[in-house]
């Protein structure tokens, strides 16, 4: 079983930066591809960030391009959001999960999500 557990949200003005992190536990963790999504109020989740098992490819959204950025520590069980830049329209509730796929940018492809942390920018 894998499960996941995000943390780091909270509150920041415009412009500001944040990390997230989520704890991973599954001894299968290093051979799934993780995920970032998001989900603001009256919204769909969307796809935000992935990074394969072996951390040799990334992709992200359009809309957070140049300013966020995935990373994962096999050895520490952590994946990470690294959020520059932000702006008020990056309000969301963010969500890791973790994937059987090789890389994946579709939510359905996801097997194992976590429950997911408030992000609100504002001044």
């Known amino acids: 079983q894998v499960q996941l557990v995000e943390s780091g949200g909270g509150l920041v003005q415009p412009g500001g930066s944040l990390r997230l992190s989520c704890a991973v536990s599954?001894?299968?963790?290093?051979?799934?591809?993780m995920g970032w999504f998001r989900q603001a109020p009256e919204k769909e989740r969307e796809f935000v960030a992935t990074v394969n098992w072996s951390l040799s490819a990334t992709y992200y959204a359009d809309s957070v391009k140049g300013r966020f950025t995935i990373s994962r520590d096999n050895a520490k069980n952590t994946v990470y959001l690294q959020m520059n830049s932000l702006k008020p329209e990056d309000t969301a509730v963010y969500y890791c999960?973790?994937?059987?796929?090789?890389?994946?940018?579709?939510?359905?492809?996801?097997?194992?999500w976590g429950q997911g942390t408030q992000v609100t920018v504002s001044s």
């Open positions: 599954g001894r299968t963790f290093s051979n799934y591809a």
């Open positions: 999960a973790a994937s059987a796929l090789a890389m994946a940018t579709k939510q359905h492809s996801y097997n194992y």
